[in-house]
């Protein structure tokens, strides 16, 4: 079986059992690439956040909580799978992007709420 870590081509002989590194400092090397990986997707989706928000909060601050054509928002490229989580607010489920939430009706509308 090859070394775990991503930057050696060891092959850790089957007869020393179910060693997943060559050694510690393969493992050390791994786990800290890892953790990099981990800031730099938690760092994206932060700032994916950031940006959905100024979209719903400049689009709100334009039509306030009257229903619009989602095509105004479609337009600033907007990650819609970007959430921060999910509310019902009169009986229309409502996805929270930080201090806003908006519901995409099927019709190709959206209303933005502040919370
Ligand atoms: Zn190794």
């Known amino acids: 079986m090859k070394c775990n870590y991503r930057n050696c081509y060891y092959l850790i002989p089957s007869e020393e059992g179910n060693r997943r590194y060559c050694d510690d400092d393969c493992y050390k090397a791994e786990k800290s690439f890892r953790e990099k990986g981990n800031y730099a997707n938690k760092k994206k989706t932060f700032n994916q956040i950031e940006f959905a928000e100024k ?18 928002i479609r ?6 799978s970007i959430y921060t989580g999910t509310s019902l607010i009169n009986e229309v489920d ?19 709420y502040k919370l």
């Not at 201090?99 to 509308?109: A, C, M, Q, R, V």
Request: aromatic residues 14%; proline residues 0%.
């Open 94 to 112: 409502v996805n929270i992007v930080g201090s806003y939430g908006y519901t995409l009706f099927i019709d190709n509308t959206i209303k933005i």
């Open 55 to 72: 979209i719903l909060s400049a689009a709100y601050k334009k039509y306030g909580s009257q229903i619009i054509n989602s095509s105004i």
């Open 75 to 80: 337009a600033e490229n907007m990650d819609w």
